[in-house]
């Protein structure tokens, strides 16, 4: 499927400018995982939720102690030492987000409220230029780097039905990294897309604070605008 999204990417405007001049800023996950704004921060980021119901620990006798003592209602599966993968978040554009004002679409009032806080500015840019640019970045990196990118799943971390989507969210391609694209539907309404680098042979010599820049060509198609301008008066026709 081609990744090809318009994209906003909210934050400070000096930032924003850095990123449409082709310096892609990567945060840590452990950054998201400690951040502890209701809309940042998700101590889940990148693991997968396991079926209580289905936990045993045998004790010597070979009998499930979880037949005696009460199981626990939350359990989750993580990579161990991952807090140091690199990710670039930003929101899709999509009718996911958008509500028809004939003759047009405008942002659904939840959208508005759940994605206002994370800047003063947005990058309005296409996830498939910068993706392109990546790829010709890739071609004489030093270190060598490789990335993947998509949009986020969205479900409710507690469903695991055989009716529902739990055997197939956290494994959509059979990469390791499958479930670093999935979170709790109570974030659903930021709707997005993200994108995540790694060394090719060996971890990327990151800052003192984890994160990596990447450096790419300008993008041709790039547009900075004040978000609350930016929330309250774009229009699309779809």
């Not at 082709?22 to 209701?38: A, L």
């Not at 921060?41 to 079926?51: A, F, L, M, S």
């Not at 070979?62 to 939350?74: E, L, M, V, W």
């Not at 041709?220 to 779809?238: G, V, Y």
């Amino acid at each position: 499927m081609t990744d090809n999204y318009l994209i906003a990417k909210f934050g400070k405007r000096r930032h924003l400018e850095m990123l449409s001049n082709g310096s892609i800023y990567f945060n840590p996950i452990s950054k998201c995982r400690t951040d502890i704004t209701i809309y940042r921060g998700d101590n889940r980021e990148g693991q997968v939720p396991i079926d209580p119901s289905s936990l045993k620990v045998l004790n010597k006798s070979g009998q499930n102690i979880f037949d005696y003592i009460p199981k626990p209602t939350t359990v989750m599966k993580s990579i161990v030492g991952d807090d140091s993968i690199l990710l670039f978040c930003a929101s899709m554009i999509t009718k996911d987000i958008l509500f028809y004002n004939d003759p047009n679409y405008i942002f659904a009032d939840d959208y508005k409220l759940a994605i206002k806080e994370f800047g003063d500015y947005v990058l309005l840019f296409n996830s498939e230029e910068l993706l392109e640019l990546l790829r010709k970045a890739q071609i004489n990196a030093n270190p060598e780097f490789g990335f993947t990118s998509g949009p986020i799943i969205y479900r409710d971390l507690t469903d695991f039905s055989k009716e529902g989507d739990y055997q197939k969210a956290y494994n959509t391609t059979g990469s390791v990294l499958d479930p670093y694209f999935v979170k709790s539907d109570i974030y659903k309404t930021q709707n997005e897309w993200r994108l995540i680098i790694d060394g090719s042979y060996e971890p990327l010599p990151t800052n003192n604070d984890g994160s990596y820049i990447i450096k790419i060509d300008k993008m041709k198609w790039a547009n900075l605008f004040d978000t609350k301008t930016f929330l309250d008066t774009f229009s699309i026709e779809i």
